[in-house]
Nanobody
Framework: QVQFVESGGGLVQPGGSLRLSCVVS????????MAWYRQAPGKQREVVAG???????IYADSVKGRFAISRDNAKNTVYLQMNSLKPEDTAVYYC???????WGQGTQVTVSS
């Protein structure tokens, strides 16, 4: 069974940065595209960024130029570097691979002064 363990969230002031990590097990990590999602209170889960097997990236308009997704296939890990954070980035962040319906527990990101 595929498992995702997200970490790196926390409380940060507007304009600050965080780096999220997600370790994946139970699958051939390098064979799948990966994505980060987020869910804010009272809102539906939305995709934030994605990275293909060959490292092509795509971003939601709301985070373009501020967030960067990357992957380390040797460590079965996908990252999300988040810069210039805004209060509207507050959410629980999840990672997920293509081809599975599993979700991890997520990591809370709170942007507040």
């Amino acid at each position: 069974q595929v498992q995702f363990v997200e970490s790196g969230g926390g409380l940060v002031q507007p304009g600050g940065s965080l780096r999220l990590s997600c370790v994946v097990s139970g699958t051939i990590f390098s064979a799948y595209g990966m994505a980060w999602y987020r869910q804010a209170p009272g809102k539906q889960r939305e995709v934030v960024a994605g990275i293909s097997r060959d490292r092509k990236t795509i971003y939601a308009d709301s985070v373009k130029g501020r967030f960067a997704i990357s992957r380390d296939n040797a460590k079965n890990t996908v990252y999300l570097q988040m810069n210039s954070l805004k209060p509207e980035d507050t959410a629980v962040y999840y990672c997920k691979s293509s081809g599975t319906s599993s979700w991890g527990q997520g990591t809370q990101v709170t942007v507040s002064s």
